[in-house]
């Protein structure tokens, strides 16, 4: 008696905090489920750290966990992890343990990994219903949920994608009036902005996470997806041109900063906020906070990057529209968890169009809620383009071996660094480079089950 | 050599084991001077600037503009402290320290304990596989960490499924580890040290039907002072230091500073400059007992690491 | 792997010795073990001193021996054979899930790792690199050591600041460095001064300049402080004696000095290898992954393979090879010195 009296009582007091807090009441038909219990348990989430906002970002844990708590009676508890390294190591250490976070909130390039490994919920129809439903959320954010609509075990978290920042005051001055959509087209206009000390491209060769995505967006278009059913195409012409169009920006065509060689992403930013690149391809909206803070502040705008591959100007076919990786975090919930519906639960109030819309606000990352990013994209023109960019983002391969694919992809770029710093590296670098990772990284598929 | 001289000089009470500079007097000096006086000058000041100007960098850039930093800078063009109260918001250094100061302080004094007992044993007692013991305590280092750091994990969870004890995410886990890592290189440094001490002392007690371990408790700690407090340094400095267990052994309430200056450090690759002045003075608050312990303890360090000469 | 049998013994002689020991098993697997009959082991296993043929034996303490023994069985030696069992396994993001019921493939990771990966390349590197390094730091130790032995005024001063390098924190030093060795960092611009190009540091064929150097940075105050200690034990006689041969200070260093250092420079010089060649955190924060060729050490290998292309079994493989190539050579090395022998417990101080 005592125990459903206190499931009333809790009931009504997350029904009161959901109206608190604003929910849409068609947003949330998990409502229509028994409330749950959660009095004397505890949620553990694992999130990444937010370094641009670490203050905000405690300050919205303890909100949530607030707003959870009054909902559920359960306690939320996050854990953050800095690198991707810490987020693999703790996703390693968890499956062989079977114990640890019930929620992860991982980038979305670790799904596949994710989901290899075979310890996460696979979400069933009725997993998705509590969640709010699997059409809350907007149709390209699921493109790396799972390998297909049937095995998905990522729910959309929040959307990062890739953009190009452009200096709007240098391309008046050169009389170009928008971004080309061409790789080609780019390059001529970057040559074209090139003089003195300003440099057409800022690209960050010595970064470790960077220049693969680069790699995998040319090739893409070009319509080589990289991993092809059972097969590798690392060796695949189109995408031995990506690397010579990427390497050749600094060799052949020096329209980018030649100490650009050893630089992580947050120098290349530097130099471009410095007014010193006219282009910045690959960075995601959370740059608006250092770039409102520079040398840029109202010189510049975000621009799709260029869709239509190297040396061609329509994309061929059999190529994607990609512009970008599909980017971003999705929820996972452990198969371990004791507390799955909780978890749910969780998951279905940080997915609400509300609540997206807050986090939006606090961290400048689109939602993945489909009502949240219309409403978002008809209010904000300048995010018009990142909200375009989240539209056109394509999933990487959904594979277990994608992980070693894209450090083979990485590990081209580091390993050809003192060549690019000595001015040049040639295509058959290149191709045997290639070569070697290919069958590395065929291996690795190869054992995927 | 070592014993025989050695127990002209060491007293019962005796620790001091500086016996080349216990005489003064200057043609003592000249006697015990090993290098011609231009060439003590030449090594000591371009060792001096060998160690030192990276560790000046890492304060001048603490107090630098993270720009100026990233140019290349290495005088300070403008001076600000600020980093230094920043840091205990941004890297939670606080928590870290705290962790840090009782994991690596705990194991720096158990041990030590642990290592004079099992050095005692090892140094006067015959036993078979003595001297395979001896030589495991040096092989016992060429293990990988890497190796070790995924089966650690799985038998502290284990523990934690089958036993019921939560060992992973607590300081406990942590504690445990080092303690063990810290062992072998540990009790080698007392062997070395027990073999220099002379033996009669001993003797006696055991003729007046002293117990084993009144001997150590009465005799050889006091003694070994100076091995003691290098053992206990050695293992407080991988307690310290380590960052491949804490990583994955740790959570955000039992992070050891090592892992949240690495965190914070990790972090600043993304976004836009680094903020290198709080990195730095982070990592130079992060050094800072470490180096004050080392020059607290600094004459036992010498002395500590051999009694009677290491044969 | 050389560890574990002589480990055992070691702890098979705790558990026999002590007689509250928890855990019989061990104790049972000693008397199958020590089948040989040696002199002292009935006493021991009956753990209750019957022969009394040397002082030391009446009643040996070797209880004492068993809290580091247990700790080190379970915390070092489990895990070692743990690691051995995964080498043995298909171990992967496939299988991590339900380890235990990994699929056994003998030696095939093995092979893998000898064949297929760069293995051998990494030992190469990591070999080369820490012997490298030793012996670098060994002249800049002595030097130290000799410098700081004669009393001046600072010189307590001069032997902490020395000290300084080698009680960083390892990921401290790493972040430093890699600042410093930037492009655009303070090395280069000091460089430049010199009229020096620097070039790139933390990428291609100078990365493995700059980790031998910053390691040497690291690492050389601790043979400085071996040697230092060293030099307690040259007895005061002795430096008189060579000042009444009249002998010049080289040949003091040479012939009467050095030969004093020989134990602590041999345990220095191991320590120091050793600590080279598993130095994981240096690499690591110096270079990021994945690391550039020529600094691809072996621990970084490993640390790679298995965290993060999820191959635990070959990681763990490739680990298991370079501990056998290390330890083999390491144990060799260790009889021949004799480092570890000093005087035999039980008998009488060793002239």
Redesign the interface.
């Known amino acids: 008696m005592m125990k459903r009296k206190l499931v009333l009582t809790t009931a009504l007091l997350a029904a009161g905090a959901l109206t608190l807090a604003g929910c849409s009441s068609e947003a949330a038909p998990g409502d229509s489920a028994k409330p749950l219990d959660g009095a004397g348990k505890t949620l553990n989430v694992l999130t990444d750290a937010n370094t641009l906002y670490p203050e905000e970002q405690q300050k919205w844990f303890a909100d949530v966990s607030e707003q959870f708590k009054a909902k559920t009676g359960a306690q939320v508890k996050f854990e953050t992890f800095a690198t991707a390294n810490d987020e693999l190591t703790k996703i390693q250490t968890s499956v062989v343990s079977g114990q640890g976070p019930d929620i992860y909130s991982l980038g979305t390039t670790f799904t596949p990994t994710a989901y290899a490994t075979g310890a996460f919920v696979k979400l069933s129809e009725d997993d998705w219903k509590k969640v709010g439903g699997r059409d809350r959320f907007t149709e390209a954010s699921l493109g790396i949920s799972g390998p297909d609509k049937d095995n998905e075990v990522g729910i959309p978290a929040r959307s990062r994608p890739f953009v190009m920042a452009y200096n709007t005051e240098m391309l008046a001055a050169a009389g170009i009036d928008k971004p080309a959509d061409t790789w080609d087209g780019l390059l001529e206009q970057a040559k074209k902005l090139t003089h003195d000390d300003v440099y057409g491209l800022s690209i960050a060769y010595g970064d470790n996470f960077d220049p693969w995505k680069f790699i995998w967006a040319m090739s893409t278009q070009a319509g080589n997806p990289i991993i092809d059913g059972k097969k590798v195409r690392l060796d695949d012409p189109v995408t031995i041109k990506a690397y010579e169009t990427y390497f050749g920006w600094l060799t052949k065509d020096k329209v980018v900063n030649p100490a650009s060689i050893g630089w992580k992403a947050s120098q290349a930013l530097a130099s471009f906020a410095d007014g010193k690149a006219a282009f910045m391809p690959m960075v995601t909206a959370t740059s608006i906070n250092t770039l409102d803070a520079s040398a840029v502040a109202g010189k510049y705008a975000y621009a799709v990057m260029p869709t239509i591959p190297p040396g061609d100007t329509t994309r061929p076919a059999g190529g994607k529209e990609a512009a970008s990786i599909l980017s971003g975090s999705n929820f996972v919930v452990a198969d371990y968890s004791k507390n799955k519906d909780l978890s749910f639960a969780l998951i279905e109030m940080l997915t609400t169009a509300e609540a997206q819309k807050v986090y939006y606000e606090t961290f400048g990352e689109m939602p993945t809620n489909a009502d949240a990013a219309a409403a978002l994209e008809k209010d904000n023109e300048k995010l018009a383009p990142i909200v375009a960019a989240s539209k056109l983002s394509v999933g990487t391969p959904f594979s277990g071996a994608w992980g070693d694919v894209q450090l083979g992809m990485t590990n081209v770029v580091v390993q050809a660094i003192p060549s690019l710093n000595s001015g040049s590296v040639t295509t058959d670098q290149i191709v045997s480079a290639l070569k070697t990772e290919q069958e590395k990284a065929q291996s690795a598929l190869d054992r995927a089950k | 050599?070592?014993?025989?001289?050695a127990s002209s000089t060491i007293a019962p009470l005796g620790v001091k084991?500086?016996?080349?500079?216990a005489?003064e007097g200057a043609r003592q000096?000249?006697?015990?001077?090993?290098?011609?006086k231009p060439l003590?000058i030449v090594?000591?000041t371009a060792?001096?600037v060998?160690?030192?100007v990276?560790?000046l960098?890492?304060f001048f850039?603490s107090i630098n503009s993270d720009l100026a930093?990233?140019?290349?800078?290495?005088w300070p063009t403008e001076l600000t402290f600020e980093n230094y109260s920043k840091i205990w918001?941004?890297v939670d250094l606080g928590t870290g320290l705290v962790n840090s100061v009782l994991v690596a302080g705990g194991v720096a004094l158990v041990c030590a304990a642990?290592?004079v007992?099992?050095a005692?044993?090892?140094?006067?007692?015959?036993?078979?596989?003595?001297?395979?013991?001896?030589?495991?305590l040096?092989?016992?280092?060429?293990?990988?960490?890497?190796?070790?750091l995924?089966?650690?994990?799985?038998?502290f969870?284990?523990a934690?499924?089958t036993l019921g004890v939560q060992i992973?995410g607590t300081r406990w886990g942590l504690f445990?580890?080092y303690?063990?890592?810290a062992?072998?290189?540990s009790?080698?440094v007392m062997?070395?040290y027990l073999?220099?001490l002379?033996?009669e002392l001993e003797?006696a007690a055991?003729l007046d039907g002293a117990?084993?371990?009144k001997i150590?408790t009465r005799i050889i700690v006091p003694l070994s002072w100076p091995g003691i407090v290098v053992s206990g340094i050695f293992a407080f400095?991988l307690g310290?230091?380590d960052?491949?267990f804490a990583?994955?052994m740790t959570?955000?309430e039992s992070r050891t500073v090592?892992v949240a200056?690495?965190?914070?450090?990790?972090?600043?690759?993304?976004?836009?400059?680094?903020v290198?002045g709080q990195?730095?003075a982070a990592?130079l608050v992060?050094?800072v007992p470490?180096?004050v312990l080392?020059?607290i303890f600094?004459?036992y360090?010498?002395?500590?690491?051999?009694a009677?000469?290491?044969? | 792997m050389v560890t574990t049998p002589e480990a055992r013994t070691r702890a098979d002689a705790l558990a026999a010795a002590s007689a509250a020991s928890a855990d019989a098993t061990p104790a049972r697997s000693t008397a199958r073990r020590d089948g040989h009959p040696a002199p002292s082991s009935p006493s021991r296993l009956n753990g209750r001193p019957r022969g009394a043929r040397k002082t030391g034996e009446r009643d040996r303490p070797l209880w004492m021996l068993a809290p580091g023994g247990i700790l080190m069985v379970i915390v070092i030696l489990v895990p070692l054979v743990l690691g051995l069992v995964i080498s043995l396994m298909d171990l992967d993001q496939y299988t991590l899930r339900q380890w235990v019921s990994a699929p056994f493939i003998g030696i095939s990771n093995y092979v893998e790792a000898l064949t297929k990966s760069s293995l051998i390349q990494s030992i190469g590197i990591s070999v080369g690199y820490s012997v490298l390094v030793t012996l670098v730091c060994l002249p800049i130790g002595v030097a130290a050591a000799l410098a700081t032995q004669n009393r001046f005024r600072g010189r307590g001063l001069v032997r902490s600041l020395f000290l300084v390098p080698y009680v960083l924190p390892t990921f401290v030093v790493g972040t430093v460095w890699r600042t410093m060795l930037q492009p655009d960092g303070v090395g280069n611009a000091m460089l430049a001064n010199f009229g020096i190009d620097g070039g790139l540091w933390l990428n291609g064929p100078q990365s493995y300049w700059a980790l031998v150097f910053v390691q040497i940075w690291a690492s050389w105050p601790f043979i400085y402080l071996l040697v230092l200690s060293g030099l307690q034990s040259v007895d005061a006689e002795v430096h008189e004696a060579s000042a009444l041969d009249g002998a010049g200070w080289w040949t003091k260093l040479r012939y009467v000095i050095l030969p004093y250092l020989k134990g602590p420079i041999t345990l220095a010089l191991i320590i120091s290898f050793l600590h080279s060649v598993n130095n994981f955190t240096l690499p690591f924060v110096l270079f990021g992954i994945p690391a550039p060729a020529d600094v691809n050490v072996l621990p970084v290998l490993t640390y790679i393979t298995g965290f993060q292309n999820f191959r635990f079994g070959l990681s763990a493989a490739m680990a298991v090879v370079s501990l056998i190539l290390i330890a083999i050579p390491l144990f060799i090395y260790l009889r021949a010195v004799k480092l570890d022998t000093g005087e035999d417990g039980g008998s009488r101080v060793r002239k």
């Open positions: 050599m070592g014993p025989v001289s084991p500086h016996r080349a500079s005489k000096a000249q006697i015990h001077r090993l290098l011609p003590l090594i000591l060792l001096l060998f160690a030192m990276p560790v960098y890492i850039a930093v990233a140019r290349g800078a290495f918001t941004t642990l290592s007992s099992t005692y044993v090892l140094v006067r007692y015959a036993f078979r596989g003595r001297l395979l013991v001896l030589r495991g040096l092989a016992l280092q060429s293990i990988p960490g890497t190796l070790l995924l089966p650690v994990f799985v038998l969870s284990t934690a499924s992973i445990l580890t303690l063990t890592f062992l072998p290189f009790t080698w062997v070395t073999r220099g002379p033996r003797e055991r117990s084993p371990f150590l400095l310290w230091n960052v491949l990583s994955v959570r955000p090592a200056l690495q965190i914070f450090g990790a972090t600043q690759e993304g976004g836009a400059v680094p290198y990195m730095m990592a992060c050094a470490v180096v080392y020059l600094q004459r360090l010498v002395g500590g690491l051999t009677g000469g290491v044969k």
